[in-house]
């Protein structure tokens, strides 16, 4: 059937818009902000403040983390229902958030000004906060600065840097060395100026205000005033409002304001009791004393200076009309150009790059026709008329340059490799949009013809771009990592910095630290904790509460329901800062003046303040260096093949239209494969059965939710079964105008270009507005944008004679690409790398596992299953042993030898040890010998032991513990880090001591296996486990002789769960059994009923229907489930009791 | 007499024992100092008490 949604379209928004957000906050936490819009508002005018009796200059949002208790949406919102029309967003010494509001505030009518609340070391070792306001784009400047200084940049050593980053705050001489241009509000309570006031000593009071007036000038300086009914604040105003006086310095009323609403003062709590480690009651003295921290309404606030000095509140009105800096519109911010040659002009440089390697790429006579050659002259011409039209030459320039850097690091890295540097394989790879692009084909951004698979451009690059193109590359990691250093090295780390992300609270882990905080019991609280979901809801944590037995009698108890309404208020809002997977920005003028950045956690990396939407929001040139994992295993194999087989695979030249290899797709025997060997496409590969590397483009691209959500995936199928059964059967098409366009996905939407394209097509869009539409859905755009948009669509559609219902339909579909969708040059690229490693995986098979064991971790599947999924392919996987295995898996013959640092307390460093010593002074002789010689700490070495790397010795693994216990009885000390300590410090002989004892039984070797490697080479627990489940429970392998539609009962270790939300409560569990792997349906019902069972189980027995459709994968639709647990099923003779 | 200041307490919600109070702090003709509470639950015309400190 048809999966359209059915909703009306009145509703249609809405619905997409909560199920949208369901799943952002299932999947989308590597940044918690709103999502801004690109093109910004118009500017609001001055004027906006006539009449107005107070702006609230002081302001903390959730980017003053673990401080501030309500969002940007909700502060900017509330303001606005209260009548204010200037918000100044001052968070704690960072400015996280300040883009991201300035936009938001713009778009609401807000004025917005940029702030910042700075923490000062002061001699005497206190610190005290001071309040800054951007006047100008010279004081926003500072304020970056004063941050960036705040957060450790001019630190050089590791434990300055350390101190800045957990105690943020400039010195009183960085303070006075940025002042231009900057509005400074004496502080809150906190504030140096109050804190000596209130503590009686007003002639420190008076020389702290004239060193800022001489600091700020006379113009710049205002006496804050904070009234939240906190005891000692009417004094303490009142004493700084008789000092302001005498000094002649102007007052001004703040509010101090921590949340949007009174009743978000628990949550303030909690947070600082997070921040603090402590829990409520352990956190008096650190807790605001009250809930007036919340955003009042101008008239109010007037009300409450108006006591204190008439020019209180008028003041903060003064003060907004002055700070004119509009962050949405005069950062500045210019792309960097590099040094021309010659005297070219950019334009002519770009061509020129291009022309270069036109010949190269076009110009095989027996590859290419003259209409080819022509084609991608025609395209070339055009992208280079919109990039000069755009002024995108720069941009493009830097990202050639970047890629002459990789190619030159790659070269490095690869070292004496050839099958890495002889063949064509490229430093890194383009993915997303920017494939579509034959500027970025020519100059080594991506590795896709775009003529020869017809990749649309105009969503990378159109007539009416608003923002810049997104530009993504994947490296594999050895590259990256020094792609980066060296993007230091050439721009500096003034110019240079990665993109931040602020990790959001999810459910989880919000359950968990407030539960702390509340002082309730950890038990329950792990249990709560792991049951929930990212997309749970305050309901349904309330039901679980109330359906769990540790927890259903005391639901109703204030503690609990206190934990179920903050936990939801706390998801989604920033934890703490990190760098982004890859994204860095690059600037010509130093950083720092257009972002604060801090120095990162890893040695050498800055950091700068934004996460990749305010970068983008700014226009600055971000560059993507993705660390693709495949890549890594993909250029491991290639060298193992050339190191074991003498052969040179150049995987750009390899055959692909290898039936074999497709075979193999189309089968679903994709275990290890990029991006077709999640359950889901295992599934629906030998329905679809993709025979070339088009097909494959569509594969990679159909399981995501927008085509899910759009209703592609049914239709697909569905009419690529026809097409199979009758080549020449027609179509359907939703309407004759996109024929051309959804031809080659048989008539439904699958790639984001389609949308674009369609919206031209169907309803005449020109490219800009079509853009404009995609971005409006990705982005948070209201309910009324997007029925413009329908109107647009509609009327458009019917103009050109399309039937309303069918271009109603149609916007429906286009609807679901709100959600995320491939482009299809993404897909092209994609599907390039799943054939590439298919292919590895059919021919090369030893060295593709290898190359994925030393690319962990990675993709869908855990390494025990690989493990096992190797074994059924014929490669045997031999355990780690201390005289013949690396400290990475290597190939030995047509077997992977896993490495030594898989060994859990081993560690790479251990690992690498090991294999160091050997590799100088010959294999170790015995356990003492390697003791001895390797200086590994105790629990390493045991670990060695207890899985087996010992065993080529003669003693079992017993006997090699017990002599282990004699040697390190004289041991008092021994790590990696005092070699002096490494030898025993006598050797005695402990022969005397040695003692003939029992092996380990075969399940505890295999426990152990799993234990400290997460695999084991040889046996799995449902061998073992099986016998203690009694009769007519099946294994894999019986079920695969099933005739179908049989009820079955079925056992296994649950290896992947999976709850896709398109699948409306379904829950996915692929068991794993000694034979293979089994896929299980869980009903939204029973996953309800057995919550525990689904979520938390590692054994689970099922019961159900078999259902069989030809060709398809089987799949037990689950009736009943249940845990079992090893210790009950379990039937061994009773082992030895020993010691 | 006149109000010398006003505050307000709000301390262990996630408890029984939960406290919101106003606390006035009168400063009487005679020179005397005087503070009393009123827990906001209570009607604003109920209740008041004198702190002692």
């Known amino acids: ?1139 | 007499m006149h109000v010398a200041e006003v505050w307000r307490v709000v301390e262990a919600w996630w408890r029984d024992d939960a406290l919101e109070r106003t606390y006035v702090r009168l400063q009487l003709d005679d020179g005397r100092a005087l503070t009393l509470f009123h827990d906001d639950e209570e009607a604003p015309d109920d209740g008041w008490h004198e702190q002692h400190y």
């Not at chain 1, 249609?12 to 799943?23: L, M």
């Not at chain 1, 713009?106 to 309040?131: C, K, N």
């Not at chain 1, 003259?370 to 991608?376: I, Y």
């Open chain 1, 1 to 1139: 059937m048809h999966s359209r949604p059915t909703l009306a379209p009145a509703d249609s928004w809405e619905a997409f818009e909560a199920r949208r957000d369901a799943q952002e906050q299932a999947s989308a936490f590597d940044t918690p902000r709103s999502k801004a819009p690109r093109v910004p508002g118009a500017p609001i005018p001055l004027d906006a403040l006539d009449g107005v009796p107070y702006v609230e200059l002081h302001t903390h949002s959730n980017y003053s983390l673990l401080e501030g208790a309500s969002r940007l949406s909700e502060l900017v919102d509330t303001a606005v229902e209260q009548g204010h029309r200037a918000l100044a967003l001052t968070d704690h010494d960072g400015m996280f958030g300040a883009m991201e509001f300035a936009h938001a505030a713009t778009e609401s009518g807000l004025r917005p000004i940029t702030g910042l609340e700075i923490t000062v070391a002061e001699l005497d070792g206190m610190r005290s906060h001071l309040t800054l306001l951007a006047e100008t784009r010279r004081g926003y400047a500072n304020l970056c600065r004063l941050s960036s200084i705040a957060f450790g940049i001019n630190e050089t050593a590791v434990k300055g840097k350390q101190e800045r980053r957990l105690d943020p705050c400039v010195t009183v001489e960085d303070l006075c060395a940025h002042t231009e241009g900057v509005i400074l509000l004496t502080g809150c309570r906190t504030g140096r100026l109050a804190q000596l006031v209130e503590a009686g000593r007003p002639a420190a009071a008076r020389e702290v205000l004239h060193a800022y007036l001489d600091w700020f000038g006379r113009e710049q300086v205002f006496v804050e005033l904070v009234d939240n009914l906190v005891f000692g604040d009417r004094p303490r105003n009142e004493a700084l409002v008789r000092l302001a006086t005498e000094c002649g310095v102007p007052v001004v009323g703040t509010g101090d304001v921590h949340y949007h609403a009174r009743e978000r003062h628990r949550l303030q709590d909690v947070l600082v009791a997070i921040h603090h480690r402590k829990s409520l009651d352990e956190s008096h003295r650190e807790r605001r004393p009250n809930d007036e921290f919340y955003l009042r309404s101008p008239q109010e606030q007037a009300q409450r200076f108006e006591a204190y000095h008439p020019e209180a509140a008028r003041n903060s009105v003064r003060i907004a009309r002055r700070c004119t800096f509009d962050l949405t519109a005069d950062l500045g911010y210019r792309l960097p150009s590099p040094p021309m040659e010659h005297g070219r002009t950019p334009i002519e440089e770009l061509e020129q790059v291009c022309r270069r390697r036109f010949g190269a790429k076009y110009g095989d006579r027996m590859r290419f026709t003259d209409d080819d050659r022509a084609n991608a002259e025609a395209r070339l011409a055009e992208e280079l008329r919109l990039i000069a039209k755009h002024d995108l030459t720069g941009f493009f320039l830097v990202y050639h340059q970047v890629m002459q850097l990789a190619t030159e690091v790659a070269a490095e890295v690869r070292g004496p490799s050839r099958a890495r540097s002889v063949t064509e394989l490229p430093s890194g790879r383009g993915r997303g949009s920017s494939v579509s692009s034959i500027v970025c084909y020519l100059i080594g951004l991506s590795h896709i013809d775009p003529v020869k698979n017809r990749l649309y451009i105009r969503r990378f690059l159109n007539e009416e771009m608003h923002s810049l193109p997104d530009i993504d590359l994947d490296f594999p990691r050895d590259i990256r990592a020094r792609l980066i250093e060296r993007v230091y090295e050439v721009w500096g780390k003034d110019h240079a910095a990665l993109v931040a992300t602020l990790p959001a609270y999810r459910f989880r882990s919000a359950i968990r630290d407030v539960g702390k905080v509340l002082n309730l019991p950890p038990t329950e609280i792990d249990r709560l904790a792991k049951l929930a979901t990212p997309y749970d809801d305050l309901q349904k944590l309330d039901e679980e509460l109330h359906r769990f037995a540790g927890t259903a009698d005391v639901a109703d108890g204030k503690a609990w329901q206190d934990l179920v309404l903050i936990a939801s208020q706390l998801a989604g809002f920033p934890r703490h800062l990190s760098q982004h997977v890859g994204g860095m920005v690059i600037s010509s003028e130093p950083l720092i003046d257009y972002v604060p950045c801090q120095p990162a956690a890893w040695p050498n990396r800055y950091l700068c303040h934004w996460d990749k939407d305010s970068i983008d929001d700014a226009r600055m040139v971000k560059i993507d260096f993705l660390g693709l994992a495949m890549l890594s295993a993909v250029e491991d194999s290639v060298d193992l093949i050339e190191r074991h087989r003498g052969h040179i695979v150049d995987l750009s030249r390899i055959p692909f239209d290898d039936e074999a290899v497709y075979d193999d797709i189309c089968r679903g025997d994709t275990v290890g494969v990029f991006q077709i060997e999640s359950r889901a496409q295992i599934a629906m590969l030998p329905r679809t059965q993709p025979r070339s590397l088009d097909d494959l483009a569509v594969q990679v691209s159909i399981v995501r939710p927008g085509p899910i959500v759009g209703g592609a995936v049914n239709p697909y199928v569905r009419r690529r079964e026809q097409r199979r059964s009758d080549p020449n059967c027609a179509i359907e098409m939703p309407h004759e105008s996109v024929r051309d366009v959804l031809e080659e996905t048989l008539g439904v939407v699958i790639f984001q270009e389609q949308v674009l394209q369609v919206c031209e097509q169907m309803a005449g869009f020109s490219a800009g507005e079509a853009d404009a539409f995609r971005r409006a859905m990705s982005r948070r755009r209201s309910k009324q944008a997007m029925e413009a948009y329908r109107l647009q669509f509609t009327a458009g559609a019917t103009q050109r004679g399309v039937p309303h219902a069918v271009a109603e339909r149609m916007f429906e579909t286009l609807l679901g690409f709100a959600e995320f969708g491939f482009p299809k040059s993404h897909g092209t690229a994609f599907a390039l790398l799943a054939y590439q490693s298919t292919w590895l995986k059919r021919y090369y098979a030893p060295e593709y596992t290898c190359g994925l064991f030393n690319s962990q971790p990675m993709g869908f599947y855990q390494p025990h299953v690989l493990t096992r999924d190797a074994q059924r392919h014929g490669v045997q996987v031999l355990r780690p042993d201390v005289n013949a295995s690396d400290a990475i898996c290597t190939v030995e013959q047509s077997a992977v030898r896993v490495g030594l640092g898989y060994v859990q307390h081993v560690g790479g460093a251990g690992a690498r040890r090991v294999e160091e010593v050997r590799r100088a002074e010959g294999d170790y002789r015995s356990l003492f010998d390697f003791v001895q010689r390797t200086g590994l700490p105790r629990r390493a070495t045991e670990a060695l032991i207890q899985i087996g790397a010992f065993d080529a010795f003669g003693l079992n693994r017993r006997e090699l513990l017990w002599q282990l216990g004699l040697f390190c009885a004289g041991m008092q000390r021994s790590t990696l880090t005092a070699l002096q300590e490494r030898q025993l410090h006598m050797q005695l002989p402990t022969e005397q001591d040695e003692v003939s004892l029992h092996d380990f039984n075969p399940y505890q070797r295999m426990a152990a296996d799993y234990a400290l490697m997460s695999l084991s080479p040889d046996a799995h627990p449902m061998q073992f486990l099986r016998m203690g489940l009694g009769e007519g429970v099946l294994s894999s392998r019986h079920l695969q002789a099933l005739p179908g539609t049989e009820r079955a009962t079925v056992a296994g270790l649950v290896v992947c769960r999976q709850r896709p939300l398109t699948a409306r409560g379904i829950v996915f569990l692929l068991l794993e059994d000694e034979f293979g792997l089994m896929n299980v349906l869980v009903s939204r019902e029973l996953a309800s009923e057995h919550r525990d069972v689904v979520h938390l189980a590692q054994f689970v027995v099922a019961e159900g229907t078999l259902e069989v459709r030809t060709g398809e994968q089987r799949t037990l639709v689950a009736t009943s489930l249940r845990e079992f647990l090893p210790a009950d099923a379990l039937v061994m003779p009773r082992g030895k009791a020993w010691g």
